[in-house]
């Protein structure tokens, strides 16, 4: 099956400063690449995911990258807010039309630190 | 607030229990999942429902069962707890578990088995 590595489990940055998250997949298959963000005592939050057929997606202060060759993909946020403290998990499936679809795999996670 | 709701927020029982979760997906999505969460072992789907359908399966223990009713509500039944079943258990929804699909997570159940 599926296995997701994510590093590094913790990131402390100054406010302001930019973070980055990395993630790899095992299953070349995996063609559906969602980040969450998950706070204290809730939910994860789905932030921006990326599909196979596209390299890179930018959402305001949030982009992600893919690369399907080595099969790795990136969290970028820029302009770190005190709110951006959170846990973030990446996430790999596969996601197949009009058939089966499978359940995310997830990261270990890597708690964000955003220093004032 | 995704729109997937959960209940009960908090549940406490002994080893040797039943207990049942219970999450109501998203207006108009069709399809369900089930998701454990705990330190060791992380964020773990177990099992998704499509319209009243498995669809798939993943880490799900045969003391777990899950159906997703005619009105679409799902319910996770654990049986013969353990104490290593104390965990978050996430219910997520989509509009149909296809292609195009983002999974849309509740604010989860605690459970924990004393």
């Known amino acids: 099956g599926e296995n997701v590595e994510q590093h590094p489990s913790t990131l402390s940055v100054q406010e302001g400063d930019s973070a980055v998250i990395k993630c790899t997949y095992s299953?070349?298959?995996?063609?559906?690449f969602p980040w969450y963000k998950q706070e204290l005592g809730k939910g994860p939050q789905l932030i921006i995911d990326?599909?196979?057929n596209v390299g890179e997606k930018k959402d305001q202060r949030i982009a992600v990258t893919l690369n399907k060759t080595a099969k790795h993909f990136s969290l970028h946020i820029t302009e770190t807010q005190p709110e951006d403290s959170a846990v973030y998990f990446c996430?790999?499936?596969?996601?197949?039309w009009g058939g089966g679809a499978d359940g995310l795999t997830f990261g270990k996670g890597t708690h964000l630190i955003i220093q004032p | 607030d995704s729109g997937v709701t959960q209940t009960p927020k908090h549940l406490i029982t002994a080893t040797g229990q039943r207990v049942t979760l219970r999450c109501s997906p998203r207006?108009?999505?069709?399809?369900v999942y089930w998701y454990q969460q705990s330190l060791d072992q992380g964020l773990q789907f177990l099992i998704q429902?499509?319209?009243?359908?498995?669809?798939a399966k993943g880490n799900i223990l045969e003391r777990f069962s899950a159906q997703q009713f005619p009105d679409l509500h799902s319910e996770l039944n654990l049986s013969s707890l353990e104490l290593g079943d104390s965990a978050l258990y996430f219910c997520?929804?989509?509009?149909?578990?296809?292609?195009?699909?983002?999974?849309?997570f509740g604010p989860g159940t605690r459970l924990t088995v004393l």
């Open positions: 997520a929804s989509s509009v149909d578990g296809g292609v195009a699909d983002t999974q849309y």
């Open positions: 207006s108009g999505d069709l399809s």
């Open positions: 429902y499509y319209n009243g359908e498995e669809r």
């Open positions: 299953d070349s298959a995996s063609n559906y």
């Open positions: 990326i599909r196979s």
């Open positions: 996430a790999a499936s596969i996601n197949v």
